[in-house]
């Protein structure tokens, strides 16, 4: 099973570049969302998606963009990459209706940004 | 203020130990919460769920105390293995920043 699949797995980006960060599922899963994480904190919460055609923001939604038109897919869009966007990002899904549900995440993207 | 706080430790510890640590939040409607592992800044995986009053599974027990509002995680028999950043998490999937466990031998 694939689970979730992130890509790529490591980037380099120079200042004011833009860039997708892809994420895909294959379990159907309703939610979706992205976390950022730096050293010494948690995962931070970027964006969130209940279902597709529904996006919200979460907590640190500056610089950053999503979309949701299928179910299977969630991209991170980056406008103008920043050094403070130097992090860990992980992609996250898990089945909506129920509060008790296990959330997957794909493997991270390590993005540096000089 | 942060929805979920964790001691970040670390806590160093010999083989064979048992090391608990603990996970405060402020949301008093949250019914539900999980204990996931990290390693190695790596993607978090599910370690075990907290509902009601607690979970056991094998050398780890988590608790919910709601009156106090924590979740704790207690490791028995501590392995090597179990070197790790525990993070607890709400049902919203709110994050703490994490307690770094390390086990020497």
């Known amino acids: 099973n694939a689970g979730v699949t992130q890509t790529p797995k490591f980037q380099v980006l120079k200042t004011g570049q833009s860039m997708t960060l892809q994420c895909a599922q294959d379990?159907?899963?309703?939610?979706m969302s992205w976390y950022r994480q730096d050293p010494g904190m948690g995962l931070r919460l970027i964006h969130y998606?209940?279902?597709?055609?529904?996006?919200d923001q979460g907590e640190v939604p500056n610089g950053y963009n999503v979309s949701r038109s299928t179910t299977e897919d969630f991209p991170l869009r980056l406008l103008s990459a920043a050094p403070s966007q130097t992090s860990v990002y992980f992609c996250a899904s898990r089945r909506s209706g129920t509060a008790n549900t296990e959330a997957f995440f794909g493997q991270g993207t390590r993005l540096t940004v000089v | 203020r942060k929805e979920v706080e964790q001691d970040p430790g670390p806590f160093n510890v010999p083989e064979g130990a048992t090391v608990a640590f603990n996970c405060t939040y402020s949301n008093s409607a949250s019914q539900s919460f999980f204990w996931y592992r990290q390693d190695c800044r790596k993607e978090p995986k599910l370690l075990m769920s907290v509902y009601s009053s607690g979970n056991e599974d094998g050398r780890f027990t988590a608790q919910l105390n709601r009156a106090s509002q924590y979740i704790s995680l207690l490791i028995r028999d501590s392995k090597l293995s179990d070197s790790a950043t525990y993070l607890c998490v709400d049902y919203k999937l709110s994050f703490g920043a994490g307690t770094t466990v390390t086990v020497r031998a």
């Open positions: 379990m159907n899963h309703e939610y």
């Open positions: 998606s209940v279902g597709a055609g529904i996006t």
